[in-house]
């Protein structure tokens, strides 16, 4: 099944980071959380990817134009005999990667509608954010997805906490202290979509269309919109405080959505 990943984003609220890149391009451990997100979807066999570029897309263009030199150490010959000597790294032999200029100021749902052309003929796609990573069981959501027949499949996760956790008994005396709890109130979306095609006949193009507004408004009035229930690891990448929350996490080697090592 092929993955449409939404790549547009500005990164604005990172600032001291992703002032000169896109948001998809901001690094975990040396790799753009776009990588981290692409070698987790291909670990279950989707490695099929379309990318919905936006705001600074000729930089992803770039990584992936000189994906080997990016992620190889190599050595070059500039005498010309022989150019580039490959030494090791990483290489996806396996990947097919669709790179699409969707707007620089096209909101997602707009963003969506403009890669209909390069989904024709398939019945089903996956759809996810470049800015978030999770340990989402892909075989389970496609397999929900397709037992429902809905048209749309969003991955219902619970808000990371932000805040240390406190919990007292009636003398106000610590029972409990956790640094960042997973909240467990409400789901929220966290993306990990899958869609039927019909989902374009809600898309109409329309630069200022947010997929997440009338689109998902509509299709949940319909009765066409189902939640797969994720209780484990989700975390976007907003703040500061989460680009330094996921490279911790991923230099400790305790990263859940690491599946690849």
């Known amino acids: 099944m092929k993955l449409a990943i939404l790549c547009g984003g500005y990164g604005t609220r990172i600032r ?20 981290h997100i692409m070698k987790y979807y291909a670990h279950f066999g989707h490695n099929d990817f379309l990318l919905c570029l936006g705001y600074k ?4 263009k770039d990584y992936f134009l000189n994906y080997k030199i990016h992620n190889s150490d190599f050595t070059i010959d500039l005498s010309g005999q022989k150019d580039i000597q490959y030494l090791d790294g990483t290489c996806e032999l396996d990947w097919k990667v669709t790179l699409a200029e969707t707007g620089t100021n096209a909101m997602t749902g707009a963003r969506v509608k403009r890669i209909q052309k390069y989904l024709s003929g398939e019945d089903n796609f996956m759809l996810t ?10 075989e389970k959501l496609v397999d929900f997805h397709l037992s429902h027949g809905k048209i749309l499949t969003v991955t219902g996760v619970r808000p ?19 640094e960042k709890p997973q909240a467990s109130g409400g789901r929220i979306s966290g993306g990990f979509f899958v869609c039927r095609s019909e989902i374009f006949s809600y898309l109409p193009d329309r630069e200022d269309l947010v997929f ?4 998902i408004r509509q299709l949940v009035r319909e009765g066409q919109m ?7 690891f989700w975390q976007p990448m907003d703040t500061f405080r989460d680009y330094k929350l996921l490279n911790d996490t991923y230099e400790k080697g305790e ?6 090592r």
Request: proline fraction near 10%; aromatic fraction near 12%; charge should be negative.
């Open 16 to 35: 001291d980071v992703a002032d000169n890149i896109p948001k998809p391009m901001i690094p975990i451990g040396g790799y753009p959380i776009l990588w």
């Open 57 to 60: 897309g000729s930089v992803i």
């Open 129 to 138: 954010y470049g800015d978030g990573v999770g340990d989402v069981d892909l």
């Open 160 to 178: 990371p906490g932000r805040f240390g956790e406190l919990n007292c008994d009636a003398n106000g005396q610590v029972t409990e202290f956790n």
């Open 212 to 215: 997440e507004i009338d689109p």
């Open 226 to 232: 189902m939640v797969f229930e994720h209780d484990g």
């Open 255 to 260: 990263a859940p959505w690491v599946l690849w």
